[in-house]
C-alpha cells in the first residue's frame, strides 16, 4: 500500500508550511494583520500535522524528501519590502497548493480504504486548507498595488 508514501508527503508539508508561515509573521510583522494572521495559519498547519499523525502509525509513514525539496527551493528565506512580501505570499501559496492537493490524494486513498477516520481527518483539513489559500490569494490581491506600482 502507497498510502504511507502520501501520508508521509503531506505530513511533513503542513510542518514546512507551518514553519514558512512562521517566518513570514516575523519578517513582516510591521504590517498590522500579518503577524497574527500567518501565526493562526501555522498553528493550523501544526494542527492538521497533529490530526495525521494517529494515520502515519497505522500506515507506517514512509516520509519522502520533496516537502522538504519544495521547502527549500521556495523558502530560503524571506524577503524586505513590499515587493518581498509579496513574493513570500507567493510562495506560501505554494506550499499550501501542495497541502491542498495531497490532501485531495490521501483522501481519495482513504474511500479506496474506507477507512472513516481518515476520511473525516480530510474533510477537515482540506477545507481548512482550501480556506488558508483563499487567504493568501486575498492578501495578495492586497499587497500587490502598493508592492508594484506605488515606488518605495
Given amino acids: 500500500m502507497h498510502l504511507a508514501h502520501y501520508l508521509g508527503l503531506l505530513h511533513r508539508a503542513q510542518i514546512n508550511l507551518a514553519d514558512a508561515f512562521r517566518q513570514v509573521a516575523d519578517a513582516h510583522a510591521e504590517e498590522p494583520d500579518l503577524h497574527h494572521l500567518c ?9 492538521h500535522a497533529a490530526r495525521l499523525q494517529p494515520f502515519a502509525a497505522r500506515y507506517s509513514e514512509d ?5 522538504d525539496r519544495l521547502h527549500s527551493q521556495l523558502f530560503s528565506g524571506t524577503r524586505t519590502g513590499g515587493l ?4 513570500d505570499l507567493q510562495d506560501l501559496y505554494l506550499m499550501a497548493a ?8 490521501v483522501g481519495q486513498a482513504a474511500y479506496g480504504a ?6 473525516a481527518v ?11 489559500l483563499k487567504w493568501l490569494r486575498t492578501r495578495m490581491k492586497q499587497a500587490a498595488p502598493q ?3 506605488v515606488a518605495e
Avoid at 122 to 132: L, Y
Fill in 39 to 47: 501565526e493562526r495559519q501555522a498553528q493550523r498547519c501544526d494542527q
Fill in 63 to 67: 516520509a519522502p524528501s520533496e516537502p
Fill in 84 to 87: 518581498g512580501l509579496l513574493r
Fill in 114 to 119: 474506507r477507512d472513516e477516520e481518515l476520511i
Fill in 147 to 149: 508592492a508594484l506600482v
Fill in 98 to 105: 501542495e497541502c491542498d492537493i495531497a490532501w485531495t490524494v
Fill in 122 to 132: 480530510v474533510r477537515d483539513c482540506e477545507g481548512e486548507t482550501a480556506m488558508q
